[in-house]
Each structure stands twice: as structure tokens, then as C-alpha cells.
């Protein structure tokens, strides 16, 4: 995994952050719905991939982070089935983001204490319990036919059907731009920086006098979180929702999209969600039955041209002055961290 | 001068080979002790035991009079004893300055911060002093993976020093650096650690480093203490001549 750690936590300046957001807010309602609901779930899905990232960090690869999207996702799920008297969107991604953080909480005092190749086995193990009992528990959970999640209202206010799909895109939009903000105030943190620390270097981390496993554990937590938030988020979004979620596709689908899109900033995880859902928008369309083919060698050029992520290409975008004559390599590595 | 480090009669053998034979040690505070000694007569054996390494067969380590035997090395750091490595343990991917922040925010118990950022002001300003002691002036924002050895032996002992240690152990700390080098690096090192008053511990290969810095000199053999005394009687003692420098074999 070395070499796909982002070389900076990189933002672009707060100009153009704030001509991106206003792009997103502004054209939202002159496009088709169809690309309003792919961006709604892009994002939503995003914030899962954030978590994942904020892991990657730390050298730490979760393949079962399905684990936390549908545990979000069922806990308001469940609720609405249990006739929980508030259906209103906030109260319910809340409510999937306390069980996927309590499910982290628990789950994270065995991962935290692993490494490599058994952490990543050992988070796919919990996420298919999960998606076992989400299975055959079908008394509670309908089983493969999924729960239905119909939200009578958004922060209090009842949408109209024709603006629905509309009101959802601005209630993921608020909350993924909040949750941005917070991974990337842990990443400019001192809790930020020892998992950057735990990549590196355990042993100097250990005899500096912090905890190695309670660093792990504690950004954990918020990457469950943020899977909890996710799967919450696109619950609401897609209003229905199935076991898959925990299957060890749609988790091994976040680490895809957390390579596809790089380490190198917390905006990252979104742009290669979007481009994700994108692609395979278009592939399933071309090609219905290989699709899977497309996004693969998608995939493999980014590994080949952009092995840092897509993000990395801003980066050297970013970063190349005009009649600069250094080998484009040393230029990279001189010029690679946030100062 | 009271003791702050002692060790007593402390053993650890790694199968047949005894690493450690009936070690009992007193460290005075502020004193500056070099450890000599062949390659496996258990120098760094010795430190790896007291930083809580490696837990020793038989005996007790006691840090001011408290039994820290079984302690885990992050928790010796904490009560004061500070190491630095033979192979420099550092964050490579960081800068020099980041390497001393994160050290700083460990020192002042605010490692697990997760809103305020690493980079205050005043935090900021503290590294730069520390690093100026060791004098990395100028290189505070180089990236460590490009850091010559001897920068990457001081930058490990800075570290170590920005815990604020009352007992620091250094490993070899002039090991892979060049001839012309050492003593600039042994110079800086002693400056800091005489200034500072903490108590100092290094294993050393280097006889004319350790005549120069040392108050007094440790001779390790086969895990046993051969000699034990002022830098010129422990030099002048014609067993340790034989044993360490060879001379009469």
C-alpha cells in the first residue's frame, strides 16, 4: 500500500473550494434528476470512502467498512420499521450514525489490534456476520427483500414530490460538506498526524509515549462514522435497502474507489466516487454484462498514469510552474507537502 | 548527586547465550556514562531491558525508587526515560519540522487532539527552538528521508529530547556516520545533553568518543560488567585493553 499513500493532505485554495461548492449548489436544479440522484448517492458514498481513507493514513486497509454503510443504513432503516414517531431525515441519519460509531466502538478494540493483511481479513469477517444475520434474521430485517425507507420529511420540512430527489441532493450535500470538514480537521490534528506517524514508523510512535493501538482505535471510530453516516445517506436517498450492503463487494467497492481516487486530499474520496458512479453508470449502459470489465481497466489506467489517484493529477497540475526545468520527478518529490 | 536510574541484578538470556548476567547498575543524575564493549556483550541488550523492551529474566529497574521492571516502553517514556536508535527510528515521509511536532504534542499529552491543529503557533516556535539546538537551523521543512545519516542520528536524539527526559539512552548515536562527522554530531549531542543536566547513557564503539565525552565508562562482556569507572582508569586497565581494543591477544 506504500506506494498509493497520498504524498499531502492536500485543499485546494478556499476560492476555488468555495466556486466548486457554489457550482454544486447552483446547477443542481438545471440538470436531469438522473444525474442529481447519481451525485446524491456519489457523495453519499464519498463519506464512506473518506472513511476508509482516513485509515489508509495509517496503513491500514479496510475491506469491511460494508460493515458500518449498512448499519447506518439499517439502523434508520429498523426504526421507521419499529414506528419511530419522528421520519424526518436528520433524526434518522443521526440515529445511523450513534449505531455505526457504538458498532465501531465495539468492533474496533479487536481491529486496533492488527496489522496488515489480518486486519483487512478480520474487517470482512465482521461486515459478513453482519450481512448473515441481516439475511436470516428475516422476522426483522425482510431478509433479501430489503426494508422500504420512506422519510416523511428533511430537517422539518416536507418536500413536494417533484422537488424530492432535489431537497435529498442538498441534505447529502450539507452533511457531506460538514463531514469534509471534520476528517479534514483530524488530518491537520495531532491525532491526524500520528496515524501519518503509525505508517511510518510504529516503534518511534511507541517510545515517543503515545498509543499506537488507541490512535488506531480513535480514528476508527470516526471512519465508522463516517460509514454510518454514508449508509444512513443513501438509505434516505435510494429508500430502500438490502443485506448486499454489508456484502464484501460493496466493501471491497470503497477500497476500489479509495485508490481510484487517491490520498492525497480529503476531496479525493469524492472525486473518485463520483467518477465511480459515473463509470459504471456508463458501463453498465454500453455494456450490460461485462461492465465489471470496463471499470477494471479503468482501474489499471489510473494505477499506470496516476498511481497516487486521480487526485494526484491536480496535484501536479497544481504544483507545476511556469519555465520550471527540473525533472518533473524531483519537482514532485520538492514540492510534495503541505507547507 | 541522587540516583535516578538503577538496576538491579538483572539478568535475560536469549536461549544458551546470557545477554545480561547479574547487571546491577546506579545512574547518577546528570551523569554522562559511556557503554563499551564487543559486538553481543549485551550493550544494547542493556538498553532495551530498561526502556522496557526487552523484560529481563531475573532483577529489577528502578526509575527514583519505582519498580518500572514490567513496564511497556511507552509507558517508561512517560515516567522520563527517553531512547534514541541505532537505526534512526523517524517519520520519513515527514519534515523535520513535523517529526519534532508530533513530538511536542505527545510531550504535552495533546497527541489525541483531533480538532486543534498540530501547527500552533506556539508549538511551532517550540519545535524551531529544539531543532535550533541541534542544529537544524535552516533544514526544519526538508523531508526526513533526505536527511544525511549523521542529520538522521541527531533529528533521532532531538526527538528523544523534546520529551524532556530525565534519563536519555543513546544507541550508538554516531554509528554510520563518517569519520569527519562524528564529533561534530557527538559535539552537539553532549552540548545539549550537558546544558539540559538530564542524565545520558550511550553505547559506543568509538574509544576516543567515549574518552572525550564520557564522566564514566561501562566495559560489557558477555553480559557481566568488566570494568567500571572514570573514562582514563578504565582505558588505562590492560584486561578491558584486551578485551575491547584487542591489544596483547
Known sequence: ?339 | MGVVLETVAVSRSFGAVKAADNLSLRFAEGQVVGIVGPNGSGKTTFVNIVTGYVKPTHGRILFRDRDITRLRPREVTNLGIARSFQIPQLYTHLTVLENMLIALSVQERRHWEFWRPLRLDGRVEAALRVLDQFGFQDGADQRVSTLPEGGRKVLDVALSFALQPSVLLLDEPTSGVSVDDKFGVMDTLMRVVKESGVTAVFVEHDMDVVARYADRVLVFAEGTILADDRPEAVFANPAVRAHVLGEGV
Open chain 1, 1 to 339: 500500500m506504500k506506494l498509493l499513500y497520498g504524498r499531502g493532505w492536500l485543499l485546494p485554495g478556499r476560492g476555488w473550494l468555495l466556486v466548486g461548492l457554489f457550482l454544486l449548489i447552483a446547477v443542481a436544479p438545471f440538470i436531469p434528476g438522473w444525474l442529481v440522484f447519481l451525485l446524491t448517492i456519489a457523495f453519499a458514498k464519498g463519506l464512506v470512502v473518506l472513511g476508509v481513507v482516513l485509515l489508509l493514513r495509517g496503513d491500514l486497509v479496510s475491506f469491511g467498512h460494508g460493515l458500518y454503510y449498512a448499519a447506518g443504513a439499517y439502523a434508520a432503516g429498523l426504526a421507521l420499521r419499529a414506528g419511530l414517531p419522528v421520519r424526518d431525515a436528520a433524526v434518522l441519519v443521526l440515529l445511523g450514525v450513534v449505531v455505526s460509531t457504538a458498532l465501531a466502538a465495539i468492533v474496533g478494540l479487536f481491529l486496533a489490534r492488527y496489522r496488515g493483511i489480518f486486519f483487512g481479513m478480520l474487517s470482512v469477517a465482521f461486515s459478513m456476520i453482519l450481512y448473515s444475520l441481516l439475511l436470516k434474521l428475516y422476522w426483522l430485517t425482510g431478509g433479501t427483500d430489503g426494508l422500504s425507507v420512506r422519510v416523511s420529511s428533511i430537517f422539518g420540512l416536507q418536500p413536494g414530490a417533484e422537488y424530492l430527489r432535489l431537497a435529498q441532493y442538498y441534505f447529502v450535500l450539507a452533511l457531506t460538506v460538514g463531514a469534509v470538514y471534520v476528517a479534514y480537521r483530524l488530518t491537520a490534528s495531532p491525532l491526524g498526524y500520528l496515524m501519518r506517524a503509525i505508517y511510518d514508523n510504529e516503534i518511534r510512535v511507541e517510545y515517543m509515549g503515545a498509543s499506537v493501538r488507541r490512535a488506531i482505535y480513535r480514528t476508527y471510530l470516526l471512519s465508522g462514522a463516517l460509514g454510518g453516516l454514508g449508509g444512513a445517506l443513501t438509505a434516505i436517498t435510494v429508500g430502500h435497502i438490502a443485506p448486499d450492503l454489508a456484502y464484501w463487494t460493496v466493501s471491497g467497492e470503497f477500497v476500489f474507489v479509495a485508490l481510484l481516487g487517491g490520498t492525497g486530499s480529503v476531496l479525493a474520496p469524492l472525486l473518485g466516487s463520483v467518477v465511480f458512479e459515473f463509470v459504471r453508470n456508463y458501463a453498465f449502459k454500453l455494456s450490460p454484462y461485462t461492465w465489471q470489465l470496463l471499470l477494471g481497466s479503468v482501474l489499471l489506467v489510473v494505477i499506470l498514469f496516476a498511481p497516487g489517484g486521480l487526485w494526484s493529477i491536480f496535484e501536479r497540475l497544481a504544483r507545476r510552474e511556469p519555465g520550471e526545468t527540473a525533472p518533473r520527478k524531483e519537482r514532485r518529490w520538492a514540492l510534495s507537502w503541505r507547507r
